[in-house]
T-cell receptor, first 114, second 111 residues
Framework: EPEVTQTPSHQVTQMGQEVILRCVPI?????FYWYRQILGQKVEFLVS????????KSEIFDDQFSVERPDGSNFTLKIRSTKLEDSAMYFC????????????FGSGTQLSVL | SQKIEQNSEALNIQEGKTATLTCNYT??????LQWYRQDPGRGPVFLLL???NEKEKRKERLKVTFDTTLKQSLFHITASQPADSATYLC??????????WGAGTKLIIKP
């Protein structure tokens, strides 16, 4: 079965530094998402992306966050100036139609901000 | 405010028995509900979807029910196996296809 791939699997950074998390969604999917999950807590929606623009974003997705699809395959999440509370597992997901169908998740990037 | 509740305590089930997990919600009228499985350090994996006008869905050993009057979904795994041990997440979707997630229930199947 096709997979969503994420890199790196672990990222350690100093507070205030910029990080870019990378994702390769499933090739024929059209809707892309970023979620995060703080250890032991709920999966939280950050942003959805379709047709090269953000379609929805949550309150968590403030000005420190941005997403980009720089080419036909990659989908990135940038955090400009990381804070301690940004430490979490970040999951990329994709779906074909953006309706109620299932999401395909990557294995995540564990971000640790020191 | 919208609230989704799943059993926060781990559910311990003997191998071969049926495991039943609960997802309750308040202040919300979902158009559909999904169940996912999550293993430690991994992303959620989709299992089943049930729409608001459906009462029950089955897939192999899995069964999901959806009661919009009780505001509850039940997720059953029959003939449970140790490999079914994982955290199971329910996610509710609205008419804009935005998902709200429960915190998950950890299921442990003992041999």
């Amino acid at each position: 079965e096709p997979e969503v791939t994420q890199t790196p699997s672990h990222q350690v950074t100093q507070m205030g530094q910029e990080v870019i998390l990378r994702c390769v969604p499933i090739s024929n999917h059209l809707y892309f998402y970023w979620y995060r999950q703080i250890l032991g807590q709920k999966v939280e929606f950050l942003v959805s992306f379709y047709n090269n623009e953000i379609s929805e974003k949550s309150e968590i997705f403030d000005d420190q966050f941005s997403v980009e699809r720089p080419d036909g395959s990659n989908f990135t999440l940038k955090i400009r100036s990381t804070k301690l509370e940004d430490s979490a597992m970040y999951f990329c997901a994709s779906s074909l139609t953006g309706t109620e169908e299932k999401l395909f998740f990557g294995s995540g990037t564990q971000l640790s901000v020191l | 405010s919208q609230k989704i509740e799943q059993n926060s305590e781990a559910l311990n089930i003997q191998e071969g028995k049926t495991a039943t997990l609960t997802c309750n919600y308040t202040n919300y009228s979902p158009a559909y509900l999904q169940w996912y499985r999550q293993d430690p350090g991994r992303g959620p994996v989709f299992l089943l979807l049930i729409r608001e006008n459906e009462k029950e869905k089955r897939k192999e050993r899995l069964k999901v029910t959806f009661d919009t009057t009780l505001k509850q979904s039940l997720f059953h795994i029959t003939a449970s196996q140790p490999a079914d041990s994982a955290t199971y997440l329910c996610a509710l979707g609205d008419s804009n296809y935005q998902l709200i997630w429960g915190a998950g229930t950890k299921l442990i199947i003992k041999p």
